[in-house]
């Protein structure tokens, strides 16, 4: 497959850092991404799978080996074995916000209030894409893959991606590598038909983010209406001329602590609890068998915490910014690190650094990077 010009990396990724690669393939279908990820594989040096570069924090040396950028794009409906649903088969190159808005045209439910959250449909399970109690896990059939250590296509069940809050299988968590080296060709998701009616607003956390009352009645069109402009007020919507924009969006994830935690924490920290575990399989040998199965230890769930409020009580306030530096705080939204123009990675980087230590010194948590590093170091 002929290569591409390599292009910086600064003009490809929305925190606008990164030189160009030694290398850079353009895949414009599933057969030629596939082609050009085995051949880059083989070739046994650093490969970057590149789709809309919004969750990319890239540093500012030269990444020496090939960025292989997915460009496929196309969705195709199926039926579903479900009465009320259909499955919609998406490439992986194509723009996640574009699909929110294909099904909500289409009336199809499920994703309308993940609307405008940048990057490539293939990213979305990733990380377990989500917003406002929506996440893709809750749609999602299973993934076309190609796995890195055999180099074949095969089809992956959800439930065998181990999503989980902002995680999956297939994520390079900062610091770790992921459990399954493999590229997503495609996704298949299914979602309900529900029309254009009005109707009620599921989920309490997206009802309190749209201002909506219990009993509230909207349609899918009126809730992605509602979700784009709260993340335009939140500087969380793509915008060339708006520096609050120039980011990888949520730059560190709301924290997942104990309950008992929590109660170490300000009473006025806001926090949802998450599901409780389910109780475990309890297998007990006919032989140890005593006449009575013992009670389940009670647990606690865990709980989540926004990370957002605890930067902004640890004294950073939006728009906060080091001396002289070209990176800082969104001027809308505290968990957004934005390049104000020009700011190089290492600049962005210590920013985070020093965000980071703020939150430990002030609450005895160290917030966790959502993007994924390349080639950086917090």
């Given at each position: 497959?002929p290569?591409?010009?390599p292009?910086?990396l600064?003009q490809?990724?929305?925190?606008?850092?990164?030189?160009a690669?030694?290398?850079?393939?353009?895949?414009?279908t599933?057969?030629?991404l596939?082609?050009?990820?085995?051949?880059?594989?083989?070739?046994?040096?650093?490969?970057?799978?590149l789709g809309g570069?919004s969750?990319?924090?890239?540093?500012?040396?030269p990444?020496?080996?090939?960025?292989?950028?997915?460009?496929t794009?196309?969705?195709?409906?199926?039926?579903?074995?479900?009465a009320g649903?259909?499955?919609?088969?998406?490439?992986?190159?194509h723009?996640?916000?574009?699909?929110?808005?294909y099904?909500?045209?289409?009336g199809?439910g499920?994703i309308?209030?993940?609307?405008?959250i940048?990057?490539?449909?293939?990213?979305?399970?990733?990380?377990?894409?989500?917003?406002?109690?929506?996440?893709?896990?809750q749609?999602l059939?299973?993934?076309?893959?190609l796995?890195?250590s055999?180099?074949e296509?095969?089809?992956?069940?959800?439930?065998?991606?181990?999503?989980?809050?902002?995680?999956?299988?297939?994520?390079?968590?900062y610091?770790?590598v992921?459990?399954?080296?493999?590229?997503i060709?495609?996704?298949?998701?299914?979602?309900e038909?529900?029309?254009?009616?009005d109707?009620?607003?599921?989920?309490?956390q997206?009802?309190?983010?749209?201002?909506?009352?219990?009993q509230?009645s909207?349609?899918l069109?009126?809730?992605?209406?509602?979700?784009?402009?709260?993340?335009?007020?939140?500087?969380?919507?793509?915008?060339?001329?708006?520096?609050?924009t120039h980011?990888?969006?949520?730059?560190?994830?709301?924290?997942?602590?104990?309950?008992?935690?929590?109660r170490?924490?300000?009473?006025?920290?806001?926090?949802?609890?998450?599901?409780?575990?389910?109780?475990?399989?309890?297998?007990?040998p006919?032989?140890?068998?005593?006449?009575?199965?013992?009670?389940?230890?009670?647990?606690?769930?865990?709980?989540?915490?926004?990370?957002?409020?605890?930067i902004?009580?640890?004294?950073?306030?939006?728009?906060?910014?080091?001396?002289?530096?070209?990176?800082?705080?969104?001027?809308?939204?505290a968990?957004?690190?934005?390049?104000?123009?020009?700011a190089?990675a290492?600049?962005?980087?210590?920013?985070?650094?020093?965000?980071?230590?703020?939150?430990?010194?002030?609450?005895?948590?160290?917030?966790?990077?959502?993007?994924?590093?390349?080639?950086?170091?917090?």
């Amino acid at each position: 497959m002929p290569d591409v010009e390599p292009i910086p990396l600064a003009q490809l990724t929305t925190l606008r850092t990164g030189a160009a690669p030694d290398r850079m393939v353009d895949a414009h279908t599933t057969e030629e991404l596939i082609t050009a990820l085995r051949e880059a594989w083989s070739d046994g040096l650093p490969v970057l799978v590149l789709g809309g570069g919004s969750n990319l924090f890239v540093g500012d040396e030269p990444f020496e080996g090939t960025v292989v950028r997915v460009l496929t794009h196309g969705i195709e409906r199926m039926p579903s074995p479900r009465a009320g649903y259909v499955r919609l088969r998406v490439q992986a190159g194509h723009d996640w916000d574009a699909l929110v808005a294909y099904a909500v045209v289409e009336g199809l439910g499920g994703i309308e209030a993940m609307s405008g959250i940048p990057g490539t449909v293939g990213a979305a399970p990733v990380q377990n894409i989500g917003a406002y109690g929506q996440e893709i896990v809750q749609t999602l059939v299973e993934v076309d893959l190609l796995d890195e250590s055999t180099g074949e296509v095969s089809t992956v069940p959800a439930g065998e991606l181990g999503l989980g809050f902002r995680t999956s299988v297939l994520k390079h968590h900062y610091g770790s590598v992921p459990q399954r080296s493999a590229v997503i060709l495609t996704v298949t998701l299914e979602l309900e038909v529900v029309g254009h009616r009005d109707r009620p607003v599921v989920g309490e956390q997206l009802r309190t983010a749209l201002g909506l009352q219990p009993q509230a009645s909207v349609s899918l069109s009126g809730v992605r209406e509602r979700v784009l402009a709260t993340r335009v007020r939140k500087g969380m919507v793509l915008d060339a001329d708006d520096p609050d924009t120039h980011s990888a969006g949520s730059f560190f994830q709301n924290a997942i602590v104990s309950a008992a935690f929590t109660r170490t924490l300000p009473p006025e920290c806001p926090r949802w609890p998450m599901a409780a575990d389910l109780d475990p399989v309890l297998v007990i040998p006919l032989a140890a068998y005593e006449g009575y199965i013992p009670k389940p230890a009670s647990r606690e769930s865990d709980v989540k915490v926004s990370a957002a409020w605890l930067i902004e009580h640890s004294g950073l306030g939006k728009g906060f910014k080091l001396p002289r530096s070209r990176a800082g705080l969104s001027t809308k939204h505290a968990l957004a690190i934005t390049n104000r123009g020009g700011a190089s990675a290492a600049e962005l980087a210590q920013l985070a650094r020093f965000i980071q230590g703020r939150v430990q010194s002030e609450f005895g948590l160290i917030l966790q990077p959502e993007p994924v590093l390349i080639g950086v170091e917090l």
